[in-house]
């Protein structure tokens, strides 16, 4: 990621956390990407797709915020799975079996069909901040990009949202997303917390945790439009 690559960051954004860019931990995230890159290793997303939660959804437009923890690391059909958005893939890209998941909870929930597809472009683009937590990683090396900075970014975004925006809704899917959120003041925002819909604990209570009512029940009580989840 380049000086030029990080100033892609939406202007919206650049106006509440732009000075993050500049500090000693993202000095060196920077010299570390360069790095990995200058020995050979491929890193997803690709460079311009790494802010793109944060340029499909402007900080004056966030309604709601789904947290996830790190890109997808694997390729389908030799294209890259993560694309900038949290539990979303590119157009033609199997589905995960995490936003599998998600989309039975939305089918359950809403009683919409899904139609198979796993970019959730559309979400983004209708206020859904689709963030994760880390937002690079080495191909076919889960959590490879963990502890290097990418944290502190993205807190510095919640932290930004909390602070000056009111009635947001966060999404804390899971024990990490959980943590991540404990600086959300649920008095300002509503919070909803359910396991993760990975295989391994969606039967927990990911499974009917009917939080895609609960987002669109909320919006509209705020005098807001409610999301349309149909992808």
Do not use: C
Not at 36 to 43: D, P, Q, R, T
Not at 71 to 79: I, L, N
Not at 86 to 94: K, M, R
Not at 162 to 184: C, P, T
């Amino acid at each position: 990621m380049s000086q030029e690559k990080a100033g892609q960051l939406h202007p919206s954004w650049q106006a509440v956390i732009g000075d993050e860019l500049d500090k000693p931990y993202m000095q060196s995230l920077r010299a570390f990407l360069l790095q990995e890159k200058n020995a050979g290793k491929i890193i997803f997303p690709p460079s311009s797709l790494i802010f793109n939660a944060f340029n499909h959804t402007p900080f004056e437009k966030v309604r709601v915020v789904i947290i996830g923890q790190d890109p997808y690391h694997g390729q389908d059909k030799g294209q890259s799975q993560a694309h900038g958005l949290s539990f979303s893939v590119p157009e033609g890209v199997a589905l995960p079996p995490s936003l599998v998941n998600i989309f039975k909870e939305i089918e359950s929930d809403l009683g919409i069909k899904m139609q198979g597809k796993g970019d959730l472009t559309s979400w983004a683009n209708q206020g859904v901040l689709l963030l994760n937590a880390t937002l690079t990683v080495e191909m076919a090396n889960a959590g490879s990009h963990q502890k290097r900075g990418w944290e502190a970014f993205t807190d510095a975004a919640i932290a930004a949202l909390n602070l000056h925006r009111e009635g947001l809704v966060f999404v804390l899917w899971g024990s990490y997303a959980q943590k991540k959120g404990e600086m959300i003041d649920g008095q300002k925002h509503l919070v909803l917390k359910s396991p993760h819909p990975s295989p391994l604990s969606a039967y927990r209570g990911f499974f009917g945790n009917h939080q895609f009512s609960s987002i669109n029940e909320y919006l509209k009580k705020r005098g807001e439009a409610p999301i349309d989840w149909q992808i």
